[in-house]
């Protein structure tokens, strides 16, 4: 893969160590991992803020890399999140 990666991952999966993503991570050239505190295999809707930030943050910084800062980017993330979270909320 030759892609700015993030992988996120949930501490606490029952099938997937944090291990496996850590090994995973290391794989990838450039890649960034963000292991996710009390988070599980649905680690976007255990810990919907910080898989937000986390995203937020990387889309950020790569855009910043690439010298072409792309705010709208970030902000359709957090849109896209913001919607996700209510989602879940309403069918729990």
Do not use: Y
Not at 19 to 24: E, H, I, K, P
Not at 59 to 81: K, M, V, W, Y
């Amino acid at each position: 893969m030759r892609c700015p990666t993030l992988v996120i991952h949930g501490d606490r999966d029952p099938g997937v160590p944090a291990a496996r993503a850590r090994a995973a991570a290391e794989r990838i050239p450039d890649a960034r991992l963000h292991i996710v505190g009390g988070a599980g295999p649905w680690v976007q809707r255990d810990q919907p803020d910080v898989v937000l930030d986390a995203t937020s943050g990387f889309l950020r910084d790569i855009n910043a890399a690439a010298g072409a800062p792309r705010p709208g980017a970030a902000e359709l993330i957090r849109g896209f999140s913001r919607w996700w979270s209510s989602s879940l909320r309403l069918r729990a």
